[in-house]
């Protein structure tokens, strides 16, 4: 990685527009567009990305296709309500899916992102060769489209993740490593991460927080350089792995205190170049 690629994630429900300009004022070369509700893939955002990528020269490295319905972020009824692991919602979410895919070709994006859920870790439940079939099918739908599909990290551990990508097979499969994901689901140090996962490593969320305190809530959220990820180790250690991809920074908070914190986060990460 011979010069940092740095971006933020943006949401194109507020319009695709908003997004480029925001990363635009920020000086920044990159986004990840984030959809959550489908109905905003239409022909007028596509339109409208276009003309804004090219106008700013800012690149959309993913969409980060979200699903529609409930999402709890936490312990107790996150694995029953987050991603494409909990039966109940699974046929529309996987339409969901395959629509942010069309809308990535669409653009000329080269890949979706998205959390799969909480995947079971004992490969022998016949949950966990439930969604391996379905991540078949949409790895499948990615790849007649072109497409690569990222597993975002957070809700399993990196040995269930590698296990999963190995199961589905393909060679279309990646990771969008968003390490305090990984932090605030208390599910591993990021930096060990890459001895597990390294090699599948494609884009990577800037974000930092906090282990859980308690059983049953994630960690906090934190600006970056506050909270648990060793950013220099970290990107020091992505290098080795010859990663090429984007830093996209995130910090889910609004207002702002979301914009200077932002700005905070690109000098960090400009510093380790």
Known sequence: MSKLRIGIICSLERGAGSAFEKAHNLGLNGVQLCCWDPSCYTDQAVEQTKQASERHGIEVNTVWAGTTGKYVWDFIEGPSTIGIV????????????????????????????????????????????????????VAGYCNDLGLEFWFETGQETPVTLL?????????????????????????????????????????????????????????????????KVDFPLLISRLKKLGFNGHLTIEREIAGPQQIEDIKSAIVLLRSLR
Do not use: C, M
Request: glycine share 14%; proline share 6%; no cysteine.
């Open 163 to 227: 296990r999963t990508i190995e199961d589905v097979g393909g060679r279309n499969l990646g990771i969008n490593l968003d390490p305090a994901n990984l932090i605030l689901y208390g599910k591993a140090n990021p930096v060990d991460a890459l001895d597990v996962f390294g090699k599948y490593v494609r884009g990577v969320h800037a974000k930092d927080g906090f282990y859980p305190t308690n059983g049953r809530a994630l960690g906090k959220e934190a600006a970056l350089g506050s909270g």
């Open 86 to 137: 909990p039966s109940a919602e699974r046929g529309q979410r996987v339409e969901a899916i395959k629509a942010g895919a069309r809308f990535a070709q669409r653009i000329g994006v080269k890949s979706i992102t998205t959390h799969v859920g909480f995947i079971p870790e004992d490969p022998g439940q016949p949950l966990y060769g439930q969604v391996v079939e379905v991540l078949r099918d």
